[in-house]
């Protein structure tokens, strides 16, 4: 009974494990569509009576996937401490505290919910690529992150320096700049801030030339190590076929 | 007589047949000049007529191409419901349509001539790497679609959580959200929503650091499986060249 | 004497000849400078007064070196009528026609000295591996190219459909949708046009998931294909070491 | 002595110069915040006291770090005029010159603590590969500023011809121009200026088709040769390992 229950619940190469994992992820989708439904304004009473009765029907389908996982697990608590059990819990847990909390901390625990799209992740085989590729990279997208950190920091002193007295406001102090700081290297460019004196123009000038790849980078790096990841799966398949 | 029309149409290596291809993308290329120009407000009762008249050139050749099309085509059927079969009639059905259906239902239609576009990639044989390519890296690009889905939806609901209460209008809902977190994360920023909370700015400066590159990697993919794939065309060029 | 000249003007690799490019480049950059310091409002007269004697000096040794390339050059014709012969000649002509043209005219004009930036690049050897790299891309850029044109068309007409009949001033045709287009598609996103309407917000959003990479794809191309460019040539190298 | 201080300063193998080096990291961080503390306005009369305190403990320990570095180098001139050594000064130089010049003059000092944010770097290992990188796409690097340089120069200039009549302030000279030729090229967009005559908007059409990819082409040269230097490293670790 508990291997067949396995099987069902942890193993996706089976027919049946296949549709109960296609089952969960469109039930987890649907659960995510009625979270955003939830938040529109002026939605009528009939719709959020039936949106509050799916999301219960919701939290009894995951509850018992969760305890099910529990069950069939060969260390419960390893799965239970792991970062799919911590989100397989998070998922449920908001809707069980409800009763023993006020009814406004509820709105800033349903936000939780939203680690279900993390779910989804789980089921996707084609990941085992993208942690190869990651690892690939790791090393350099640390180093480039401590760069970013550095050329925000500078980029947002800088432009305090030239713009805090022509705009205190909106350059009230280094943390202020730094929102600038971020729009900018990321090349968002809101327009709610951006500096107004030639001293200022000038430095984001500067910033703009040398700064601009560099939050780029990461992204091109992670890009190159995938093709790399692929070639090394491709080689470790040629040598599964030559033996 | 039904096998040199074959040649005409169908075939782009002799010279009738290229000279037939070409004119028929430079009709395509100027029926998509006139469909523009056709929206420019307060153009001439001349200019209009012309245009109309134009227009009907246009079908006229088109529905001839593609009844020959269906003559030459050795099934066809298949033609008829392929790709390019489905979007050759839809070049030339809104103007058929437009007296069975009352007037106001016309411009709707005509939107669909924009698929003519896509006829000129029809001739392009370049385009055989870019298939190639997109072949090599679809497994990625469908990942990092999910990613990107999954990346704006923890963005919106987020971006939620903190602006609804300061900017009611702007974030009125996740799906409102959902308008934001996409001109962000494309790093567009028209600026015409952006967050203006503390804790907002915050998590927009996360979401940032984060996602930014998110969203362009896939770019990076297809420009790196490119490489890819002419280095693949090389080596089969030369292996051509050795036998 | 003609061939001393030669190695002085055309030679760039003995000390004199050297000399005489840097100090033309120099000049060069000068007179840009010079020319972007006239279009200043308020100046000075005197200031005026030098700019106008620098221009006319400019001018003078750029005539000369331009002379001098046709007495050295082997064929002469060749050489005014390449590339570099044209842009020489448009560095120095607006001067000499100001007196056969009106003074309004004088300005446009003007505008064509801008061209003597691209001399900057004659002298620049490392552009070998950049026209190496450009070769090997040819074909796609040119194919993204039109992939770039048909989509920005498709954003045109889309956008045009949905937005026109909110903002018939910023979306009057779908010529005014393309500036929309094209501001959005390359992320720049200034924020003087943007879709107001759900529907048009709900197409921008997908044009923007799958149509944001297009126009980056290029750049990526280019990168990778100078990886490969200095992959050749280091092995050409290597191969002219083992001879 | 004096070996176990070098030991304990410049060699970070050792599990006391680690310690020291984290030490020296840690504090470097605390105090790049209470610099961003400071310049918060309306901050509490107890805090400040607390910022100068810390600030003066930080210039202490950096000046005797400073001291002992000197101290320990075996050729102290090279320390004290290589980059970083100039860097260490700088960090607390600011701080002993308080006295001697007037109070505003303080202010623009202070800036130059953010270098201490460079130290940061000095600590980082990882920065080899980069180094590597670095030197592979130098030359690349430098002619795509170049022609960076160039094709701002060419945006500035005829966006200047064409946006002058129309917005004399915003396009006053080709300087002004180049602001907007720089916020458009790295596609920030503030949207504070942008052209709105036809002529303008064409102008910008393919400046930005053609241009878009020139800013970004350096961020994909970094990342495809950060790729190459790993694959370098790899083969260099693969000989050590044979031999």
Redesign the interface.
């Known amino acids: 009974m508990r291997e067949k229950l396995r099987v069902l619940v942890e193993d996706n190469t089976t027919r049946k494990g296949k549709l109960f994992d296609y089952l969960i992820q469109v039930l987890i989708l649907f659960s995510?569509i009625a979270?955003?439904i939830e938040?529109?304004?002026n939605i009528s009473k009939e719709t959020r009576a039936f949106l509050d009765f799916f999301e219960m029907f919701c939290v009894i389908v995951f509850s018992i996937e969760y305890l099910l996982r529990i069950y069939v697990a060969e260390k419960p608590l390893k799965y239970i401490f792991s970062f799919y059990g911590i989100i397989d819990l998070l998922a449920i847990l908001p809707f069980y505290l409800n009763g023993t909390l006020d009814f406004r901390a509820l709105r800033a625990f349903r936000?939780f919910r939203?680690f279900r799209?993390?779910k989804?992740?789980r089921y996707?085989k084609?990941?085992h690529?993208?942690h190869l590729a990651a690892k690939?990279?790791r090393?350099?997208i640390?180093?480039f992150?401590?760069?970013?950190g550095?050329f925000v920091?500078?980029a947002?002193?800088?432009i305090?320096?030239f713009e805090?007295e022509a705009q205190?406001e909106a350059f009230?102090?280094?943390?202020h700049s730094?929102?600038w700081a971020?729009?900018?290297l990321?090349?968002?460019?809101?327009?709610?801030v951006?500096p107004i004196t030639a001293g200022g123009?000038i430095f984001?000038?500067c910033i703009?030339?040398i700064g601009?790849?560099?939050?780029?980078?990461?992204?091109?790096?992670?890009?190159?190590?995938?093709?790399?990841a692929?070639e090394i799966e491709e080689k470790e398949n040629e040598d599964k076929l030559i033996k």
């Open positions: 995510l979270f955003s938040t529109l304004p936000v939203i799209a993390l989804l992740i996707n084609a990941l690529r993208f690939l990279v090393e350099e640390i180093l992150l401590i760069v970013t550095i920091f500078i947002s002193a800088g305090y320096h805090n205190p009230a102090s280094i943390f730094a929102w971020v729009v900018t990321t090349t968002v460019g809101y327009g709610d951006y123009k984001t000038f703009l030339i601009v790849g560099i939050v780029t980078i990461p992204a091109g790096l992670v890009a190159s190590s995938l093709s790399k692929r």
